[in-house]
C-alpha cells in the first residue's frame, strides 16, 4: 500500500462517475499528481477543491503506479476570493493551467511549488502580480531544463548593458554586440536582471514575450502541446486593464 | 448467473439501463426486472415515449434548450421579457431557473464552460450566439447564472468582455450563503465570497 501526505495546490478537479471526481495536485514534494477523490462531484467537497486552493492531502493507492485516491483539507481557499476580480482569476488560471500542462507526473519541484504559492497569494494585487508572473514563467523555464542564461553577454561576456536574449541560445545579448542581429533577437527588460528596475506596462509585455517564445517554442513544443489558452487568455485581460502595454 | 437466465434482448435493456445516472448494472436488472412485471403500464409506454422524444426532441435554434418544437417554448413563449437574457452551462441549469420560477425573461444556454483540462475552448462554446442575441436592439442586461467555480467565473469573465462593446448591462448570480445554510458549516471559500459581497 502506497501513502503520503503533502501540501499541495490543486490544478483543477474533472467530474468522474456521478458522485466522483478526479483531482489534480501539485503537491510540495511529490510533483503532479492525480487520484480520485470520493464524493469529489458534490457541491461541499467541490468548493475547497477549486484551482489555485491550497490543500493538505493525503493520497493512497495499492501501488505507486496507480491512479488512487485523495483526500483533501483545505487550507487556503482563494480561488473563491479572486472570482469577482477578472485579472486576478485570470492570473490563477493560467497558472494552473501552465503548472497541469508543463510538469511531468510525480516528479517534486519545491521551489517552483513555493514561488507558485507567494504568486497566488500577490493575485489580489494586480499592481504587482504581473511582473511577478513573468519572473515566475522563468523559474517554471529554469526548474523544466530550459533556463535562460541572463548572467552575462553571450558575444563579449560583459554583465552590463544586457538589452536583448538570443531565441537560439537561450543567453542574454547586449544590444551593442549585436550588430545585424538585433532584430531576430528577443527584448530584455531590465526588471528581469535588476531587482530594482521598474517593471513598465511595457516591460512585462516584453517579459511575457520572452518567457512566452520560451515556453511555446522549447517547453510545450518538447511536449507535443500548444501553451495553455489560459495564458492568452490572460495576456489579452491584462493588455485591456492597461498592465501591459498593446502590441 | 444473468447470462443462463436471460435472453440477448433482456441483457441489452439492462445493459443501456445501466447507462442512465444513477444506475449501475444490479440497480438496472431491478429496474428491467420492474418494467418486465408491468408491460402495459410501464414498459409500452416508456419505450413509445422514449421513440417519441428521439424522433421529435430538438435543439432550440435561439437559446440551445431541448423542446419538441423549434424555437422552443420557452422562446416562442408570449408575455416574458425579451429585454433580459439569462445565460447558462447547460439545459439542466435552465430548468432549475424555470422551476424557481423568479426569472420570466430568456435564456441562453453556453453549452458547458471554458476548461483545460476539459480542452475547451471559446469556440466550443455557444457564445457568439449569444453575443449575436445580445447585440438585439430589445435587449438591456445579461444575467451570468455560471456556477461558482473557477472555469465558471473565467467564462463569465470571458463573455464579459465579448459583451462589453454592446449597450448591455451585464450582471451576475451573488455568491454565498445558501438559504438554510449555518456559517460554522460553510467552507472558508463560500464564507470570504459573501463577506466580499456583503450588501
Redesign the interface.
Known amino acids: 500500500m502506497a501513502e503520503w501526505s503533502d501540501h499541495a495546490i490543486s490544478l483543477g478537479l474533472r467530474r468522474f462517475g456521478e458522485t466522483g471526481a478526479i483531482l489534480e495536485v501539485f503537491a510540495r514534494t511529490h510533483g503532479r499528481r492525480r487520484g480520485m477523490v470520493y464524493g469529489g462531484a458534490s457541491q461541499k467537497k467541490r468548493a475547497p477543491l477549486q484551482a489555485g486552493n491550497t490543500l493538505r492531502v493525503t493520497w493512497k493507492a495499492r501501488s505507486d503506479d496507480n491512479l488512487g485516491f485523495f483526500t483533501a483539507e483545505s487550507e487556503n481557499e482563494r480561488a473563491a476570493v479572486h472570482m469577482a476580480d477578472a485579472e486576478a482569476l485570470a492570473g490563477l488560471a493560467a497558472l494552473s493551467d501552465l503548472l497541469a500542462g508543463a510538469l511531468p507526473e510525480g516528479e517534486s519541484k519545491p521551489a517552483l511549488y513555493d514561488a507558485a504559492e507567494t504568486l497566488l497569494d500577490m493575485l489580489g494585487h494586480n499592481d504587482v502580480w504581473p511582473a511577478l508572473f513573468v519572473r515566475w514563467e522563468l523559474g517554471l523555464l529554469t526548474m523544466m531544463g530550459f533556463g535562460l542564461d541572463l548572467s552575462r553577454c553571450a558575444v563579449s561576456g560583459s554583465n552590463d548593458g544586457l538589452t536583448h536574449v538570443s531565441p537560439k541560445s537561450g543567453k542574454a545579448v547586449r544590444g551593442s554586440e549585436a550588430g545585424g542581429y538585433l532584430d531576430r533577437l528577443l527584448p530584455l527588460p531590465a526588471f528581469l536582471i535588476d531587482n530594482t528596475a521598474p517593471a513598465t506596462p511595457v516591460d512585462i509585455r516584453a517579459g511575457f514575450r520572452l518567457t512566452g517564445y520560451f515556453l511555446g517554442e522549447r517547453l510545450f513544443a518538447d511536449l507535443n502541446k500548444q501553451i495553455p489558452e489560459a495564458r492568452l487568455l490572460m495576456i489579452d485581460r491584462l493588455v485591456r486593464a492597461g498592465r501591459l502595454s498593446p502590441g | 448467473m444473468i447470462n443462463r437466465s436471460a435472453g440477448p434482448e433482456i441483457l441489452r435493456l439492462i445493459d443501456l439501463l445501466s447507462k442512465l445516472?444513477?444506475l449501475g448494472p444490479r440497480s438496472a436488472r431491478r429496474a428491467a426486472l420492474h418494467l418486465l412485471k408491468r408491460r402495459d403500464q410501464l414498459l409500452s409506454p416508456l419505450a413509445a415515449a422514449l421513440a417519441d422524444a428521439a424522433a421529435k426532441v430538438q435543439i432550440c435554434r435561439l437559446c440551445a434548450n431541448f423542446d419538441t418544437v423549434n424555437p422552443c417554448s420557452v422562446c416562442a413563449a408570449p408575455g416574458r421579457d425579451n429585454s433580459v437574457i439569462c445565460a447558462v452551462e447547460e439545459v439542466g441549469d435552465l430548468w432549475a431557473m424555470e422551476r424557481s420560477g423568479v426569472f420570466r425573461g430568456r435564456y441562453h444556454v453556453v453549452g458547458g464552460t471554458?476548461?483545460?483540462?476539459?480542452g475547451i475552448?471559446?469556440e466550443d462554446l455557444n457564445i457568439a450566439g449569444l453575443v449575436e442575441r445580445a447585440g438585439a436592439t430589445d435587449v438591456r442586461e445579461v444575467i451570468l447564472a455560471l456556477n461558482?467555480?473557477?472555469?465558471g467565473?473565467?467564462t463569465a469573465?470571458?463573455i464579459?468582455?465579448r459583451l462589453a462593446h454592446l449597450p448591455v448591462r451585464v450582471t451576475r448570480l451573488a455568491?454565498g450563503v445558501p438559504v438554510g445554510g449555518e456559517l460554522d458549516h460553510l467552507?472558508?471559500?463560500?464564507i470570504?465570497?459573501a463577506m466580499?459581497?456583503r450588501r
Open positions: 445516472p444513477g471554458l476548461s483545460a483540462l476539459d475552448r471559446p461558482a467555480t473557477v472555469d467565473q473565467t469573465h470571458y464579459t468582455d455568491h467552507d472558508d471559500g463560500t470570504a465570497a466580499a459581497s
